[in-house]
Every structure is written in C-alpha cells, then in structure tokens.
C-alpha cells in the first residue's frame, strides 16, 4: 500500500487518511495457509467485500470502465451518532454531505469513486444519479450494512473487550478527558475504522477504474468546500510504495515528536487535529 500527498489548495488535502497503490495491493494468504481465528473469519469476510463490490457496481459490468488517475474509497454508515455524548449530528445531515460530495467529486476530471452505504444512505445516492446519470460511469456506490463489515462480523467481542484496557490507557497517560469520545465508548466505531483498511484492499485489489492511486475519503467531508474547485484541481501522486497519512501541521508535528515517540497514542489524541486537517481553514 502507499499513499499520496495530495496536490491542490493545501500542502495536504485533510480528507485523505490513507491511500493504497493498486498495482502494489496485498493480496489474500494462500487458501491452503492454516490461519487461527479471527485472521480466517477477516480473509473469508474481505474477500466476501471484493465480490460484492464487483457483483454489485452494475455500471462497470457491462463495458470496461474509463481510466481515471484517482480512485476514492468510502463509506457511509449510520454508527448512531446523533445519540453520542460528543460530536452530535444528525445521520441525515451526514447523508446531505455524502451527496453534495459525490456531485462535486464527480465533476473532477481526474477522480473515480467506490463507495458503499447503508439503506438509509442508498435512497439518496440514487436521488444523485437520477439526477446525474453521467455518475454512474465513475462512480459506483454498494449496498453494505454495518452489519456486514468484517471486523463487526469478526473481532466485536475482543474489541468490546478492549475498551476498558483503552481505557486504563488514557488515565494512565494523563488524558481522562478523552473518555467520553465515541472511540473509547463504541465498539462500531472502531470497527468502522477497521473498516477502512478492508475497503482499501477489495478496491486496490479489484482497482475497477486502472488507477495509480486509491486514496480513502470521508464520505461526509466537510471540512473543505469543493464546490468552486475547477474540474483538474483534485488530483494525487504516488507515495512510492509506502503508507502515508496526509499530515496538516508539520512544523507542531516536529515539534511534538519526543511526546508521540513516547505515548504513540497522543498522535490520535490530543494531536488528531495535526492529521485530520479539523483546524486548517
């Protein structure tokens, strides 16, 4: 896998968390390997993803898809945020942004989609290629319920049972302000996090569109306005066979590198807005 520094209004587009190069994805274990759960129920469940998202894109069925440089990843799942104790927002106005993004990702000459949604998320995603039939040549959007993703399927109970041990973690390091956020308290979370990296390898892996580089989005990003971008503005390099996080603030990064080396942690924590771009403006 590798990422990509992105190349447009800033030094590093904050929506990017991790892209895959398609020519260099991993591929699945041997199916005579011997794995303990739950690594098998993870393969098993991955490659149960890759099928769905071929069997299910029925816009690049029938003729072979154009090439874009770009692909984007994501998803768009109802984690009952609305209920939380912190960052409360409707799913709806989630799904608002998920279609305004698709229209506007859509009109960059340079950029490819897969995406998968819930039901919920579905009916509106239709409403958008209804409205802009043109879409569906680069742009495939599938049915998947939380419920399918392969760390709920697998891991649910060990990560349960990771909480507290996350927990202890935090007020050990001095940090019990975090305890109330929704990666300390909601299994779903983490899974949907998980969740990223099986995305990227069924995408990298079936790389529908021919593309150089597969870069994961947020479906719901907000953060940037892509409106008004013109339609070459959008687009990413390679990261020469690397994994790479977009990084916001380099110079407080730098800074703060003696603390993350010691509480690797922090980097998620009290430093996210370093890499999540939630400052930049």
């Known amino acids: 896998m590798c990422v990509s520094r992105a190349v447009g209004r800033s030094c590093v587009l904050a929506f990017l968390t991790l892209t895959a190069c398609a020519h260099e994805s991993a591929s ?13 129920c993870l ?15 029925i816009a690049l069925q029938n003729e072979k898809a154009p090439t874009f440089k770009n692909t984007l990843f994501g998803m768009m799942h109802d984690l009952g945020r609305e209920h939380w104790g912190l960052f409360t927002r409707p799913y709806a106005e989630y799904v608002g942004m998920f279609a305004a993004n698709l229209r506007r990702w859509g009109r960059q000459n340079q950029v490819a989609a897969v995406f998968v949604a819930d039901f ?32 709920g ?28 956020h929704p990666e300390f308290l909601y299994p779903e979370y983490a899974e949907e996090m998980y969740f990223k990296f099986d995305l990227a390898y069924a995408v990298a892996t079936w790389n529908p569109f021919g593309s150089d580089v597969i870069a994961a989005a947020d479906a719901g990003f907000h953060i940037l306005n892509f409106k008004d971008w013109q339609p070459d503005e959008m687009s990413l390099h390679p990261c020469d066979g690397r994994v790479c996080v977009g990084i916001m ?22 430093s996210n807005d370093m890499l999540s771009g939630a400052q930049w403006g």
Request: aromatic share 2%; charged share 25%; with cysteine.
């Open 43 to 57: 393969r098993e469940r991955r490659l149960e993803l890759l099928a769905t998202l071929k069997r299910n894109c």
């Open 28 to 40: 699945a274990p041997a199916p005579d390997v011997e794995l303990p759960e739950p690594l098998r």
């Open 120 to 151: 919920a998320a579905m009916d509106t995603v239709r409403q958008v290629f209804d409205e802009a039939p043109e879409l569906k040549a680069k742009i495939c959007v599938v049915h998947v319920e939380v419920s399918e993703m392969p760390a």
């Open 249 to 270: 603030q380099c110079g407080q990064l730098q800074r703060q590198a003696p603390t993350l080396v010691r509480d690797v942690a922090a980097l998620t924590t009290d």
């Open 153 to 180: 399927q697998c891991l649910h109970r060990t990560d349960f049972k990771n909480l507290p041990a996350m927990q202890n973690h935090m007020r050990a390091h001095g940090r019990p302000q975090w305890l109330d």
